[in-house]
T-cell receptor
Framework: AQSVAQPEDQVKVAEGNPLTVKCTYSVSGNPYLFWYVQYPNRGLQFLLKYITGDNLVKGSYGFEAEFNKSQTSFHLKKPSALVSDSALYFCAVRPFSGSARQLTFGSGTQLTVLP | EAEVAQSPRYKITEKSQAVAFWCDPISGHATLYWYRQILGQGPELLVQFQDESVVDDSQLPKDRFSAERLKGVDSTLKIQPAELGDSAMYLC??????????????FGPGTRLTVL
């Protein structure tokens, strides 16, 4: 069965500093990988996805993520954090093929950007 | 920009009552998903539709939960009877497809259910 681990419940960074939110995954075969963001009492917003190709994926609001197959990681990054980036971030994975293509989410990482 | 619509946004009910949630996906999206998100956790899939057919309902507690998408467009999720442990955010999502490259899911704002 597939799984996602977000090892940090909380990440705090100062505004203007780079940020990283970590994600590792386990899946049979090749993965589709996703990052979503959730603001309080709102649904999830799609940020970016990895399918194949370049290991560095660029997404919305200046976010990017780096796929590392050997480390089975898909860390979310941003060069310069904004206070408005403060939110709950979810990593998700689904297998590229096969009958069980359910999207599995991690438990989330609360990002706080301090002014 | 097209969005997934859900109603109501908030629902408070007493245990043993029936509740229903409605979802209207983005126009043209064939695949519709219902998720349950317990506070502090990631969403968990309850049921997935492809057009009007159920693709996956393996995690749906079928003794009390039901879902339908009769005309392959909007969908209703029902709980009867509600239990205290059902308190959660219920999220609807849609995607163009569930295979291939265009499979990112777009989420609605959710319905926050509180069972007293």
């Amino acid at each position: 069965a597939q799984s996602v681990a977000q090892p940090e419940d909380q990440v705090k960074v100062a505004e203007g500093n780079p940020l990283t939110v970590k994600c590792t995954y386990s899946v049979s075969g090749n993965p589709y990988l996703f990052w979503y963001v959730q603001y309080p009492n709102r649904g999830l917003q799609f940020l970016l996805k990895y399918i194949t190709g370049d290991n560095l994926v660029k997404g919305s609001y200046g976010f990017e993520a780096e796929f590392n197959k050997s480390q089975t990681s898909f860390h979310l990054k941003k060069p310069s954090a904004l206070v408005s980036d403060s939110a709950l971030y979810f990593c998700a994975v689904r297998p590229f093929s096969g009958s069980a293509r359910q999207l599995t989410f991690g438990s989330g990482t609360q990002l706080t950007v301090l002014p | 920009e097209a969005e997934v619509a859900q109603s109501p946004r908030y629902k408070i009910t007493e245990k043993s009552q029936a509740v229903a949630f409605w979802c209207d996906p983005i126009s043209g999206h064939a695949t519709l998903y219902w998720y349950r998100q317990i506070l502090g956790q990631g969403p968990e899939l309850l049921v997935q539709f492809q057009d009007e057919s159920v693709v996956d309902d393996s995690q749906l507690p079928k003794d009390r939960f039901s879902a339908e998408r009769l005309k392959g467009v909007d969908s209703t999720l029902k709980i009867q009877p509600a239990e205290l442990g059902d308190s959660a955010m219920y999220l609807c999502a849609s995607s163009l497809a569930w295979t291939g490259r265009n499979n990112e899911q777009f989420f609605g704002p959710g319905t926050r259910l509180t069972v007293l």
